[in-house]
């Protein structure tokens, strides 16, 4: 398995990385920052031994981002698996952000997700085996007054992927969408929480 992991420093995205490369997968990682990818690289090596290549890459910043990791790609080989863990939400999102936040917002969580998918699927669709994994929220389910544009995103993520299925119904990729509930990261740490909740690790486990 060669694999692009989107977000892959921190959380459900660094809990791939370990689970993948425990598989003996090689992997691409893209995240924003350098120094925490070049980290986690230095360990998947060390501890699994796996051929690990890094991209630092905004993910607000689309083309930029498909770019940088298409050339990277390039170089790296045949990707057959497609992770995006990837996300950003903000605690103001309450229908007030101007523009450049509301990009933000949906860029990091949906559009980057189209661009590199539409970057990657042509090869996919020529591979006997192949896989695209994709991370919702169950904040998609329903609208409300908080986290209104994170929602809306998610949302289109939803209905994105299962065009996904349609498409690749007759072929080898796999498209696989999981609608997360609460996560065990830094942004959920000190929080009274409605439900319960699941580790990084847990979640990582399902999906492989």
Do not use: W
């Not at 790609?73 to 497609?82: E, H, P, Q, V, Y």
């Not at 999102?93 to 450049?100: F, I």
């Not at 919702?136 to 994170?150: D, L, T, W």
């Amino acid at each position: 398995m060669r694999a692009l992991v989107v977000g892959a420093s921190a959380g459900v995205g660094r809990a791939l990385c370990e689970a993948l490369s425990a598989r003996g997968a090689a992997l691409m990682l893209v995240a924003s920052d350098a120094r925490d990818l070049d980290a986690l690289a230095t360990h998947l090596r060390l501890v699994y031994r796996v051929e690990v290549q890094t991209v630092a890459a905004d993910a607000t910043r689309v083309t930029e981002c498909v770019e940088k990791v298409g050339k990277a790609a390039a170089a790296f080989g045949a990707i057959d698996s497609l992770y995006f863990p990837i996300g950003a939400s903000r605690a103001d999102d309450r229908g007030l952000l101007g523009m450049e936040q509301v990009s933000a917002i949906l860029n990091s969580n949906l559009t980057v997700v189209i661009g590199l998918t539409s970057r990657f699927l042509p090869q996919l669709l020529e591979l006997p085996q192949a896989r695209i994994v994709g991370f919702s929220s169950i904040a998609a389910i329903r609208g409300r007054k908080a986290n209104m544009v994170y929602s809306a995103a998610k949302c289109g993520l939803e209905s994105y992927f299962e065009s996904l299925r349609h498409l690749t119904a007759a072929t080898g990729v796999r498209v696989q969408l999981y609608r997360l509930g609460y996560v065990a990261t830094q942004q959920s740490f000190g929080q009274r929480l409605l439900f319960p909740i699941v580790t990084p690790q847990q979640v990582a486990q399902k999906v492989l």
